[in-house]
């Protein structure tokens, strides 16, 4: 009999794949919501994603998960029209050119900037032994004016992180690997373009109700085995097995278990008594920047920007703005908003402003709706609010994270049974968190057999 702490997708998928090797579990969850991150609700005829909004599909595993659970009906791929990026420059939404003719014939870069590009091929590749930043790498790569245009909004859209602390071996391997391997990343998007025989590869998409019915369909094939509001309080071994305590209320219960798969993040990770022999200081180290989505509805007829795309990113560079970033949530998936409206679902906080994601909700309708105006037009009140605030959001894979990750392996090396899966060991997108699920299951199943 196996424990998975945390009922997130990456428990969950663990959950999914012990399922499937036939082999016992049962998921406990300190809160009464099944997903973690993963939180879609229908208001108002808006699908609200207070969480993940989008998938990639090209997860083997996520495809293989959306077949199982029948879920493929229910797809809902991102507009056709939704596919261009703005990211702001002097108070001005500025779409990014999507290929390199869009990139020459644009007025994006300027011309030393499109020259500085084409001497990306002839750069050499980094043969240090320590850890570069992005910031770092994309400023011997491809030069300033790419990371603050092009690279720091992206980053601050995915890791609602900062360039200059993230590692790029670790936050982003696959840029690592290309320039290791091609020795340029012009050279390996080639490479990989050839490879994927020229097709774009990721279409991006949710669900008709949301990313959870994802999380909701997984749950649903074992419900008798998850326990909601069941916060793990200590894991110790005991002879070959494990105990793990649960506290709901104020009822402790105490269960022995053959093998533990832990997902639960490494803030809340810290507040557990986890008896090991290594010492877990590095863990406290990984900061959790929050992060506050404020999901606002309008009548279409109030914004005056055609939102003919997925969003628009805000650089560090725009001192004046409140706001990291809006995803235009109902030009990706039109089905998300009643007719004649719109959704837009805005970040806030994360590494560069975390003190604005912890104001109150009057003054951050007030900051984003500021900023919304003078960017995108906006006239008249919206329709619809709606908050939520992630005091730990997303970890962030800073210059040493390698220490972490050892860590980790340590752990799992020195403690036969003891597992760690969740959005901090492999990425943090949807799917590397269920890829790390998967992963732990099976080292769980290879141990149990
Ligand atoms: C605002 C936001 C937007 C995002 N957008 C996207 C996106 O568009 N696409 C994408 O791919 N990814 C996105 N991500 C990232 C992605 O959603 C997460 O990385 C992923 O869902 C994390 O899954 P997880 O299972 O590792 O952790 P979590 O979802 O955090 O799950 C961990 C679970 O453990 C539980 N837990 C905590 N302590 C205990 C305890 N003591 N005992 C028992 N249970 C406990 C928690 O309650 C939680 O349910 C976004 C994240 C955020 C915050």
Redesign the pocket.
Known sequence: MVAI???????LTAAFELEQQGIDFEL????DHIG???RSERIDGFIIEH?????HSSSALLQRVIQTCELEEHQLFAHEDAKKRYVVRNSIPRALPTSPPALLSSDYFSWSTKLRLAREPFIAKFEGNNEESVAQFIRRRLGQHVLDYAVDPFVTGIFAGNPESLSLRHAFPSLFEMEQQEGSLLRGLLTRKKESNGSSGRPIFSFQEGVQMLSDAIANRFRDHIHTNK??ISIAPSGKRWRVETAEDERVESHNFDAVIS???LP?LAE?SLKVDLDLAPFNKVSYPP?T?VTMGFEASAIAHPLDGFGMLVPLKEKSKRILGTIFASSVFPSHAPEGCVQLTT?IGGTRQPDMSRLTDDLLEYFVLDDLHELLGIYGDPILVQYNH?KT??PQYNVGYGVVKALINNLEALHAGLFFA??YRQG????D?MESGYNAAVRTAKLLR
């Open positions: 702490l945390g009922g997130g997708i990456a428990g406990f969850e300190a809160s973690g991150k993963i969480g993940p909004n989008s998938l916060s793990v997902t639960i993040p809340q557990v992060v989505v970040l992630w959001a997303i969740g959005n943090i997108s949807v799917s968190a």
